[in-house]
């Protein structure tokens, strides 16, 4: 690196937050950093930028399908700055449409991945146990003031014995893996390779994905939306889950053919589903999935705890550190 100062874009926000952090970063590489702060209203003036720190505040409400103003500002000054090389974002997932286009101009993108995979999991699975213990039924019931104990309307099935299909295995899919052996559940793990895993779980490929459909209680989706993932889960596969069976998805919305999901759940084929992903976001107040009563719906809020942020910027400032050193940086999106 040379011993011009390395000029990083952020939000006015970030800089507030974690400029000592940064500090002590650059000064541990000996490397002199200056910050580039996105305007928080409309300016025609370029800015120019060599690495660009995309975090949670940016995005804010925006999502990949409806962006607002000030999310809109930060990726134009990304697009514009004519020095950019590299761009991190808080997000696990680099399928927003603005990385793609920093990609293909040559701009190296770095995610989260990790930082809040504790917390995702943790929210899958208490949709599972929620959906497990028939809870939706139990709250609307509360809702309603009456008192209708379960032995009255079919007992919910034992866990144990029962089997998840979890789609990806990485840091997500892992830890619910771990917590549905230890609650009994046999799991398979659909991945790229089906390379030898650990006693009690079995892997195949994706092209082996329908063969185990017919015996899979919980389909669990935790993998990044690429080419190969997208509409995977589509009606046939769906068709191929057995009576009854049950859909997790923590992983992006496009994963799933909606229409037929929403079929398959009014149909009562599927017996419920844990929704926090959708194929357009924000889900439309229109949208049947809303009251279906046997689907719980949140709003792509699985990841977010109180921690979240701290993690993301370890990442960021041991990328910082890397990228500075000449290193290979975490969680490069290839």
Same mark, same amino acid.
């Given at each position: ?18 400029? =000592?952090?940064?500090? /002590?970063?650059? &000064?541990? !590489? #000996?490397?002199?950093?200056? %910050?580039?702060?996105? $305007? *928080?209203?409309? @300016? ?72 809040? =995979?504790?917390?995702? /999991?943790?929210? &899958?699975? !208490? #949709?599972?146990?929620?959906? %497990?213990?028939?809870? $939706? *039924?139990?709250? @609307? ?194």
């Amino acid at each position: 690196m040379s011993a011009e100062a390395l000029r990083i874009l952020l939000s006015a926000a970030a800089l507030a937050s974690h400029r =000592a952090a940064i500090d /002590a970063a650059m &000064a541990a !590489a #000996g490397v002199p950093w200056q %910050a580039v702060v996105v $305007p *928080q209203v409309d @300016d025609p003036r370029v800015l120019d930028a060599d690495v660009a720190f995309v975090s949670r505040d940016v995005t804010g409400l925006s999502t990949k399908h409806e962006i607002l103003p000030a999310t809109q500002r930060f990726y134009t000054a990304m697009l514009e700055a004519p020095s950019l090389r590299w761009t991190h974002t808080h997000s696990a997932g680099a399928d927003r449409a603005i990385f793609g286009q920093l990609r293909q101009r040559g701009v190296t993108v770095t995610t989260s991945s990790g930082a809040n =995979a504790g917390v995702v /999991a943790q929210t &899958a699975l !208490a #949709g599972l146990l929620a959906l %497990a213990r028939h809870l $939706p *039924q139990l709250i @609307d019931a509360q809702r309603q003031s009456r008192w209708a104990p379960l032995i009255g309307s079919g007992l919910p099935r034992d866990l144990q014995g029962q089997r998840a299909t979890i789609v990806g295995w990485g840091p997500i899919g892992q830890q619910i893996g771990a917590v549905l052996r230890v609650l009994g559940l046999a799991v398979t793990v659909v991945r790229q390779r089906a390379a030898p895993m650990e006693a009690g779980f079995r892997a195949v490929t994706f092209e082996q994905f329908g063969t185990v459909l017919p015996e899979t209680d919980w389909l669990i989706l935790a993998c990044p939306l690429t080419d190969r993932t997208r509409g995977l889960v589509d009606r046939a596969a769906l068709e191929q889950l057995p009576a009854g069976a049950r859909l997790v998805n923590v992983a992006r919305g496009e994963v799933v053919d909606e229409a037929a999901l929403i079929d398959a759940l009014r149909a009562e084929r599927l017996g419920g589903a844990y929704l926090d992903v959708f194929a357009h976001e924000p889900l439309a107040s229109s949208s049947p999935i809303w009251s279906l009563p046997n689907v719980i719906a949140t709003p792509h809020s699985a990841g977010f705890s109180d921690g979240n942020a701290a993690r993301v910027v370890d990442i960021f400032l041991d990328n910082l550190r890397r990228w500075s050193m000449g290193e290979t940086l975490r969680n490069r999106v290839d």
